[in-house]
């Protein structure tokens, strides 16, 4: 086996059924053609991509990146990923914690999981040994999970688990990690209930080999001034201080912050729900992933976790509430429960129009609960909506409830959600970095003109950090050419930024063709009608208007032309033959 540096060589299979552990070490090909992370997982999803969500042949994935367990900035990352119950396409997650850490430390490039076991199981992998053993916490919530099995597995370890939510069916169920870290989006969490699988623990004591060790440290110290740098990031204003909720303020005076469920666009008790706010009542202590210098993370002064902004966002304007503690104990419960914060938030404000009924703290709350009973409130948004007779009011694309970000307000960020491959998902392209943040270039944030292309560029990048992996945070300030530079520390493979991008659109264009083959067309790249026949909330200067929809379209086609796909947005034979995808 040829020796690598920064990679293991060894990717992990444990199949459920059987009980079975086998190592594969795949060819070094393999690795320079998909890096790890997102792309490898991608990788190994393809030939299954089509299966049912609850077939035992369908793998759960999870995967780190060449970076991983180094000391290169935000490398503490790793991909979740399989087909999505939700919306039928392929779905990843990067998750935060120790997961990409241990697992390449335990010496490990990714892990495969198949099977179904005949009872509830977990699964505890300890550098080379590998145990699969029944559990007794089926049924049980995420921090009883966390308090049972933390003082019982070996320090350091990562340690992940389901909710009573994915357990009962509920495609919004998430994958919580080392308690704080969610692998929300998609409902991964019900794949691997399929699998009889409550919880997992990686704990690996190794070392990964390092080709470069002082050109890391360059790399490094590039990085590490850049993110110094910058106001985003670093400064007293920014993630690090307030956490993600630093934007709070700034996306409600754009005039893009999802209200009443989209129906309006600016929502006035902002000024008394924002970080600063926060921060004034429940003193947050820094906390983050391993290997991360910016700590955007929070908790509380009672040990609670802090919501992010999206949560924040859902569980105040887009539900009409303004009770700070509630979106506390809204954030607890869907993760205790194991539910998308993002999808439960959307899903009540649906159910909120829909019925015309406001909530009060206990029937918000016990909304949540009903959502991880499995029943119609736990289906999402989209089916919630068609089952009630009003389809319109599913703020969803491709069956995924959209963030906190009004289309209406950035349009970069409306054709972003409408070709993501995940769905209504601002992470692919996150072009609120230059329409809103301003970096790196700031762009009319009310045109189309370039939007095509820096989607598709935005897309590539993304697909190559999340497959490295890191923080795509610290792209607020650095870029893939100081990070081509530790990549090629680490591993000894010479690599430019340019090239870690083409490498990017080979692995997006891959996800395209697994979407195509579950039958996703330029039908499902599409936007909610509401943002192309209603406004937003106008004023301060700001007109927020309905998107034109021709001029929508328009932008759309010249994205399937810059990404290589047909007019029906599907992948062609050429451009599949030109990324050696065929």
């Given amino acids: 086996m040829t020796k690598l540096f920064g990679w293991t060589g060894v990717v992990l299979h444990i199949d459920l059924t059987t009980g079975q552990a086998t190592r594969e070490h795949p060819d070094p090909s393999v690795y320079r053609a998909f890096l790890g992370g997102k792309g490898l997982a991608g990788h190994y999803l393809r030939p299954h991509a089509t299966r049912e969500t609850d077939d035992p042949a369908l793998p759960l994935l999870i995967f780190a990146g060449p970076l991983n367990a180094t000391i290169a900035p935000t490398s503490g990352r790793a991909t979740i990923m399989s087909r999505s119950p939700l919306t039928g396409g392929i779905c990843d997650d990067s998750v935060g914690g120790r997961l990409g850490t241990q697992l390449k430390r335990a010496g490990y490039d990714g892990l495969v999981i198949t099977g179904r076991s005949d009872v509830p199981c977990g699964i505890e992998i300890s550098d ?32 992940a688990c389901i909710g009573p939510a994915s357990e009962n069916g509920s495609p919004l169920g998430s994958i919580l990690v080392d308690r704080r870290h969610a692998a929300g989006r998609g409902g991964l969490g019900m ?7 409550k919880h997992f623990t990686i704990k690996g004591t190794g070392k990964v080999r390092v080709h470069d060790k002082n050109g890391l440290k360059e790399a490094r110290e590039e990085i590490l001034r850049l993110t110094a740098a910058s106001p985003v990031l670093l400064g007293r204003h920014g993630f690090s201080c307030w956490g993600t909720g630093s934007i709070f303020d700034l996306m409600d005076s754009r005039r893009m912050m999802p209200t009443d469920n989209f129906r ?119 089916h919630l909506a068609e089952t009630m007779g009003r389809p319109d009011a599913a703020m969803t694309v491709k069956g995924m409830e959209l963030p906190a970000y009004d289309p209406r307000g950035a349009y970069g960020m409306s054709l972003a959600y409408a070709v993501s491959t995940r769905g209504g998902c601002h992470l692919r392209a996150y072009p609120i970095s230059h329409e809103i943040l301003r970096k790196p270039v700031a762009t009319d944030r009310f045109s189309f003109s370039g939007k095509a292309r820096i989607i598709k560029i935005s897309e590539d990048m993304n697909a190559a950090v999340d497959s490295l992996t890191a923080c795509k945070f610290t792209f607020f300030a650095a870029s893939l050419e100081e990070y081509a530079k530790a990549f090629t520390a680490v591993t000894g493979v010479d690599m430019t930024g340019f090239e870690l991008l083409e490498i990017g659109e080979r692995i997006y264009y891959n996800e395209r063709i697994m979407n195509a083959a579950n039958g996703f067309d330029a039908a499902d790249d599409d936007l909610p009608q509401r ?47 030109e990324l050696e995808l065929d």
């Avoid at 794949?191 to 699988?197: D, G, I, W």
């Avoid at 509430?321 to 194991?338: F, I, P, Y």
Wanted: aromatic share 6%; charged share 30%.
């Fill in 128 to 159: 080379g040994d590998v145990r699969i053993s029944g559990t007794d916490l089926w049924g049980r919530t995420s921090d009883r999970v966390f308090d049972r099995l933390e003082s019982a597995i070996p320090k350091g370890a990562s340690l």
């Fill in 191 to 197: 794949v691997m209930a399929a699998k009889n699988l």
């Fill in 531 to 577: 943002f192309f026949t209603e406004p937003g909330t106008s004023g301060g200067g700001v007109d927020i208007r309905p998107l034109d929809r021709e001029t929508f379209l328009e932008a759309r086609r010249s994205y399937y032309f810059i990404r290589g796909l047909d007019e029906d947005g599907l992948p062609t034979e050429a451009k599949t033959r």
């Fill in 264 to 382: 309006r666009t600016r929502f006035e008790n902002a000024a008394s729900l924002n970080a600063a706010a926060y921060k004034k009542r429940f003193s947050p202590r820094r906390h983050g992933c391993t290997g991360c210098h910016i700590m955007c993370k929070k908790i509380a002064d009672d040990g609670r976790t802090m919501p992010e902004f999206e949560t924040m966002s859902h569980f105040t304007a887009l539900v009409g509430n303004t009770d700070m503690e509630l979106v506390m104990e809204a954030n607890e419960l869907c993760n205790g429960l194991g539910l998308d914060t993002i999808s439960a938030g959307s899903t009540l404000a649906c159910l909120r129009e829909i019925t015309g009924r406001d909530f009060t703290p206990e029937t918000l709350l016990d909304g949540i609960r009903e959502m991880a009973r499995g029943g119609d409130l736990g289906q999402g948004a989209l």
